[in-house]
């Protein structure tokens, strides 16, 4: 069974710059979570995919955008960076057949820095 | 306000001992779960244990226990004979349940340090 991977590990930008994400889910796992872990913080909620829909958006701006592919498959777009933008993002795939708790498997991460 | 509090932003424990780390909550949902991760310096979050709002019993995972008191809205995170391995950040969490999809809300994190 593969685990979910993240892509790239690091990357560095400039403010007013366009990044994109990648992150691939468990082996049958259908639906994708981004979120977003600043220095000293627990991870936030940006959204949410179920089968290459959003269904589930937490306080971020429209500039963060994403997608599923339909092999379940994910990308986070986020445009016009800003240097708060700088975190640690996190992929988590779940799927509804994979507990009664729907847990929530994470990838490694990438982490973005914004200069 | 914070859904999960995590007061205890450092612990130590020398190796072998036991360590409890603390987290409250907050909800008014009868139907929750609360997770426990933990993230090494390299960033992935790796699951410890579960523990629903309707499970009698505490959780237990091999060395892994949730102390949970349903009444004071608290899920402390016990771990036995600790290692030099444990050393790391240890984020509570709570799903909840929005409009048909559900989420992770997390505490600030806890750094722990085991020494020999």
């Known amino acids: 069974e593969t685990g979910v991977t993240q892509s790239p590990t690091h990357l560095i930008k400039t403010r007013g710059q366009q990044v994109t994400l990648r992150c691939s889910s468990q082996?049958?796992?259908?639906?994708v979570s981004w979120y977003q872990q600043a220095l000293g913080q627990g991870p936030q909620f940006i959204f949410q995919y179920y089968r290459e829909e959003e269904n589930g958006r937490g306080n971020f701006p429209p500039r963060f955008s994403g997608l599923q592919f339909p092999n379940y498959s994910s990308e986070l777009n986020v445009n016009a960076l800003e240097l708060d933008d700088s975190a640690l993002y996190l992929c988590?795939?779940?799927?509804?057949?994979?507990?009664?708790?729907?847990?929530?498997?994470f990838g490694p991460g990438t982490r973005l820095t914004v200069l | 306000a914070q859904k999960i509090t995590q007061t205890q932003p450092g612990m130590f424990v020398q190796e072998k001992e036991a360590v409890t780390l603390d987290c409250t909550y907050d909800t008014s949902d009868p139907s929750y779960g609360l997770f426990w991760y933990k993230q090494p310096s390299s960033g992935e979050m790796i699951f410890l244990i579960y523990?629903?709002?309707?499970?009698?019993q505490n959780a237990t995972e091999g060395r892994y226990s949730l102390n949970f008191q349903k009444a004071r809205k608290s899920a402390n995170l016990v771990i036995s004979a600790s290692q030099l391995g444990d050393s790391a950040m240890y984020f509570c969490?709570?799903?909840?349940?929005?409009?048909?999809?559900?989420?992770?809300?997390f505490g600030k994190g806890t750094m722990l340090l085991v020494s020999p």
């Open positions: 082996s049958g796992h259908n639906t």
């Open positions: 523990q629903g709002s309707y499970d009698q």
């Open positions: 969490a709570m799903r909840e349940v929005n409009s048909g999809y559900s989420t992770l809300t």
């Open positions: 988590a795939s779940s799927g509804l057949a994979a507990n009664s708790y729907n847990e929530q498997f």
